[in-house]
C-alpha cells in the first residue's frame, strides 16, 4: 500500500505563508515526479506545481514568484511554500505523485487526502 500524507493546511490572512508537506510511504521503489494540485469550491482540480528527481520546477503562472516547491528524493518528502498568499489561494491542496514504481514493479499514480488551506481577506 502506497500514500502520500499531506500537512500543513489551515488559515492565513492574505499576505501571509504556509509550508504544505507530502510525505510518502509504503512499498515504494522510486518516485519521479510529484506534483501539487488544489480545486477551489466550484472549480475543477488544477496544477500548482510540479517537481521532478532531478529538481526542475514548473508552476502555475497564477502563483509563479509566490510559491517554492521542493523535494527530498531520500526522505520521499515534498513541501510547498506558499508566500504573498491571496483569497483566491483557497482551496484544498493535493500532493500527487503520477508515476510511483511499487514493490511489485508495477506503475501507480497516487492521490494524497488533501490539506485545506483558507486565505482570509
Known amino acids: 500500500q502506497v500514500q502520500l500524507v499531506e500537512s500543513g493546511g489551515g488559515l492565513v490572512q492574505a499576505g501571509g505563508s504556509l509550508r504544505l508537506s507530502c510525505a510518502a510511504s509504503?512499498?515504494?521503489?522510486?518516485?519521479?515526479?510529484m506534483a501539487w494540485y488544489r480545486q477551489a469550491p466550484g472549480k475543477q482540480r488544477e496544477l500548482v506545481a510540479r517537481i521532478t528527481s532531478e529538481g526542475s520546477t514548473n508552476y502555475a503562472d497564477s502563483v509563479e514568484g509566490r510559491f517554492t516547491t521542493s523535494k527530498d528524493n531520500v526522505k520521499r518528502t515534498m513541501s510547498l511554500q506558499m508566500n504573498s498568499l491571496k483569497p483566491e489561494d483557497t482551496a484544498v491542496y493535493y500532493c500527487?505523485?503520477?508515476?510511483?514504481?511499487?514493490?511489485?514493479?508495477?506503475?501507480?499514480?497516487?492521490w494524497g487526502q488533501g490539506t485545506l488551506v483558507t486565505v482570509s481577506s
Open positions: 500527487n505523485a503520477p508515476r510511483v514504481m511499487t514493490g511489485a514493479f508495477r506503475f501507480i499514480e497516487v
Open positions: 509504503g512499498n515504494i521503489i522510486s518516485i519521479n515526479t
